[in-house]
């Protein structure tokens, strides 16, 4: 009698590793929209906190980074992460940059 069964390959590995794939794709998201909210909270309970101009060394910060930018040769544009409070980009698009500013925080 012929054995009509001819299994070649079992995909349980291969399965295996698109669902722990699926899994770390999920926990990254789950990651980013609890950071994203967490930033949010900060943001909306005092968004002071993020003022670099609240104190000494982030005036300190602020005015070094200038005249860094103001050193470069003509910039067109530019992008600041992070922007916070977007001092850096008001300065640098008072200057005619085209700025595009990013934060974790929608309302930043």
């Known amino acids: 009698m012929e054995n009509r069964l001819n299994i070649v390959a079992n995909n349980n ?3 295996e590793n698109i ?8 926990s990254l998201s789950s990651l980013k929209i609890e950071t994203e909210a967490k930033f949010e909270r900060l943001w909306l309970n005092d968004p002071e906190q993020f003022n670099p101009e609240k104190t ?30 977007g001092k850096l980009s008001r300065y640098m698009a008072d200057k005619g940059v085209e700025v595009t500013a990013v934060d974790i925080a929608k309302n930043a």
């Open 19 to 26: 669902s722990i794939k699926r899994n770390q794709k999920d």
């Open 56 to 85: 000494l060394l982030g005036k300190s910060r602020i005015e070094k980074t200038k005249a860094l930018l103001d050193q470069l040769p003509e910039v067109k544009r530019c992008v600041d992460l992070g922007t916070g409070y």
């Open 13 to 15: 590995q291969e399965n």
